[in-house]
């Protein structure tokens, strides 16, 4: 490829130099001030979508003793916790926050191609949450139609916000996915226009692989979210049908004709289901990072890994009906949804066999980001593979609608991508702060964090073989559901509780670790990979000082056979390694 | 290492739970085993990928932890070790993708001789429709529906005429022979689920769905909504019943069909109104009750309720749990009533009567009121509390705000509505239940909704 880096033209790129403290830190264009706007903004709706959850699981678990949850504010925190967690913090944290902080100083650029647009996403990102977190205050209050807006019943009156909150979702969604798109396209283009001298594509860490395929999913997915969000919004404030049909509301038969609520599924599907890898693939990302790092040993099957991003990415576009299996369409899609969803196993498992390889005869150092990204593992193969049942089309006949599938998704893409993020936060903290977190308190975060989630989400996957519907205020009395089923709802409430309280100790660590966390080395991990040899700690605006560097080798040079060092950065030439001696060599 | 240790007691523990585990599916009635079959390949083969994985994993985090002198070996890539290991996961991807399509080509096509039947779903209620002598059900459209015709049958189609009409949350099947399940919904998203048989299917307006199967046990089953359909998704229930074929012959006989109910004889209002000089000498001769005698107006309620509470009095249903002392005074006076003509007579009767609204007797936070009825009330009673014939929900504004009270104090007491005929008590039971907590006795809240629903009549 005919590639001529925009790094050779370095003395002539200007940046935006702040010149006050507001451009510092407030309308700031530097690409790693806006990561920590990001990441903050999303880590502190996520903290609103947990305590959300923790309502829901306090109903679940004793049902009659909160005063506060009635059906309504129960389907209400139904509603929001899930689309909060998946858009407004996985989304926004793994792409806005770790993409923005690691794509430039990964691949050696000074900054975005586009640092105001960069600014104006953050904006239009704030501006979308508290869109959102304004339908907590208006009339009727937030929608409660399911974080999947399935319409009819998200504009009738049988469902929580019909009015108001509603119509807030859709305008915070399309102004997010406005944020999305500025911030998405100055990421791939950033990757692609703005390697330094000898970052080819195949030497591009695997966190910057992830994060440029989830950025491809995200820029054709969103479109069908924006698109649909606008429809929805047009049957509801100006009375069009593209998904309402004639339907009679309390009695009485509503003004709609002809519209297909079919059609919003397949289109929010198109988005939802490459969404889930737009979460997914930064997460893959990362931990291959982490592992090869602290494993002290290169990923293993780095071209494997790349091809599996890539081919996952591409299926990812056409198994979004496995969502909609008993929705009611035509049963022959399911033919081929089943298929294409049981073909995207084999590179998922790819990576998975990958990763565990990476370990294999490595060197591994048990820190608190590889506690973490070990956890992944396990959870991510459980996760995984229970997909293996709902995808299989007739399975998910019985399944489909229980706790099973609340269980699935919680482990593969709550979970799992989560144990990722502490461990990327961890792993990346001494960069970021100049200074180290407290390990003691990352590990009691880690154990509390790993084993509570496996104690809410194993047992759930039985509640889910049972029987028992997921969306339910209570489940009240059946012919099926023994006694015993509430004992296990109050367990997994009482360990949700936990893992929740649990993450103060995170809070708690990040923030007291950033005054008064031991200094940090510039290369603390002793990382091969580029954002690791900055000149400064953290680094500075321009983050190379005057120099771009030049790369001469991909990101896991671990333990090479004869050098010195157990690790050879990316930015070192080869006639720079020093070698240990001959007689060493030899033995 | 305890990473590794915990790793590989997660394993051991995952495995023990699963054989321990009293929560698994449910005795399955229908002839769907091979959906079971499918489950069964699947679990054995993610679960042993499951095992050998993660204890691999905890192997090497045990084996190659990070030891003095120790070094890791460089090895990027090995294509032999990475295209076996693609082989054996696609071998193993085919072995359990390749019997769920054959089964699911089962699912999608119902054979031939499959009777048909229909499930009706909206907010939140059941209702079945079964085709008569000619085996045909008859075209249905949302236009025209209405209190008498629920299920929007056109009048005008032939074959809609011997339909039987099952207007309440239970159906009945025989056991042993096929049936299809033609699903349509009036409002919103629903979904058709009866765990024991392994099929479900969502409800969608505007088309009609389909699933089948064939009962093979018989036995009364849980119909569950299982596609979010607003606040009162969770207490759309309904029951299935597989009978002998001696037992639904039996049944489906004792239904109505469409004709017979658009045909029924206007009520007797006149006889209505001589055997209602019994009842004025507790409910008033306007029907405007009497808290004294703890007698409850009953102008401006609908006859449908009328005729339905007026029946389970009659039937047991309700006025004869432990503790519901006006409820069992009712009874013997439900019994006057000698046949469902005279209900009819009766509650049409009632029903003609002149609503005056009744004097407020509660006060209370009018505002707090309001919240708590728009939240849990107004979906099924509506905002302005007439109630509708769509929700089985009758009159609230207007009626004694005290008689109300105990109301909802004997459904949250289990004295009224947990009577296995009584379904839309039992959703009664359970959003009053809701409102509050269950072990607060004040009576403040729903003081509060009586207080707001004086303020709307």
Known sequence: MAYVPLADQDHEQELHHPHSWVEKYVWSQDHKVIAIQYGGTAVLVGLVALVLSLLMRMQLGFPETFDLIDPNAYYQSVTMHGMIMVVYMLTALLLGGFGNYMIPLMIGARDMVFPFLNMLSFWFYLLSVLILLASFFVGGGPTGAGWTLYPPQTSMAGTPGHDMGIVLMLVSLAVFIVAFTMGGLNYVTTILQYRTRGMTLMRLPLTVWGIFVATVLGLFAFPALLVSAIMMMFDTLLGTSFFMPAIIESGTPMDYEGGSPILFQHLFWFFGHPEVYIVALPAFGLVSDVLSTHARKNIFGYRMMVWAIIAIGGLSFIVWAHHMYVSGMNPYFGFFFATTTLIIAVPTALKVYNWVLTLWEGDIRLNAPMYFAIGFIFTFIHGGLTGLFLGNVVIDLPLSDTYFVVAHFHMVMGVSPVLVIFAAIYHWFPKVSGRMYHEGLAKAHFWITFLGTYAIYLPMHYLGFLGVPRRYYAIGETDFIPASAQTLNESITIAALIVGAAQLIFIFNILWSLRNGAKADPNPWGSASLEWQTPDTPPVHGNWGDKLPTVYRWAYDYSVPGAKSDFIPQNMAEEDVEMEDSAAKGA | MILAVVIFALVIGSVIFHFASPWWFTDIVSQWDSVDGVISITFWVTGAVFVLCNLFLAYCVYKFRQKPGHKAVYEPENHKLESWLSAITTVGVIAMLAPGLFVWADFVTPPEEATEFEVMGQQWQWNFRYPGADGKLGTADTEFISELNPFGINPEDPNGQDDIVVNAPEMHLPIGKPVKALLRSNDVLHNYTVPQFRVKMDMVPG???????????????????????????????????????????????????????????????????????????????????????????????????????????????????????????????????????????????????????????????????????????????????????????????????????????????????????????????????????????????????????????
């Open chain 2, 207 to 457: 088309l009609v769905s389909y699933l089948w199967f064939q009962p093979e046990v018989t036995g009364r089953y849980d119909i569950l909504c299982e596609e979010l359909c607003g606040i009162g998704h969770f207490i759309m229930r309904g029951a299935v019943v597989i009978d002998t074929q001696e037992d639904y012959d039996a049944w489906i006989a004792s239904q109505p069909t469409f004709a017979e109910t658009q045909a029924m004889a206007a009520p007797d209002l006149a006889a209505g109104q001589a055997q209602y000089a019994i009842c004025a000498s507790c409910h008033g001769a306007g029907g405007e009750g009497n808290q004294a005698l703890n007698a409850p107006k009953l102008s401006g309620l609908q006859d449908w309720y009328i005729e339905r509470q007026l029946n389970h009095f009659k039937t047991g249903v309700r006025g004869q749990t432990e503790g519901d002392l006006y409820g069992a005074s009712m009874v013997g006076m439900a019994n006057m009533l000698v046949d469902d003509a005279a209900v009819r007579n009766m509650s049409a009767y009632i029903a003609s009567l002149p609503d005056i609204p009744a004097q407020p007797t509660i006060q209370g936070d009018v505002a707090n009121g309001a919240d708590i009825y728009d939240r849990n009330c107004a979906a099924c009673h509506l905002d302005n509390g007439n109630g509708t014939w769509y929700t089985d929900a009758p009159k609230l504004a207007g009626m004694n705000d005290w008689y109300f009270v105990t109301q909802i104090k004997n459904f949250r007491s289990g004295i009224r509505g947990l009577h296995q005929a009584d379904p839309y008590g039992e959703q009664m039971v359970s959003m009053a239940t809701a409102m509050a907590a269950k072990n607060t006795d004040d009576t403040k809240e729903m003081e509060d909704v009586a207080a707001y629903l004086n303020t709307i009549r």
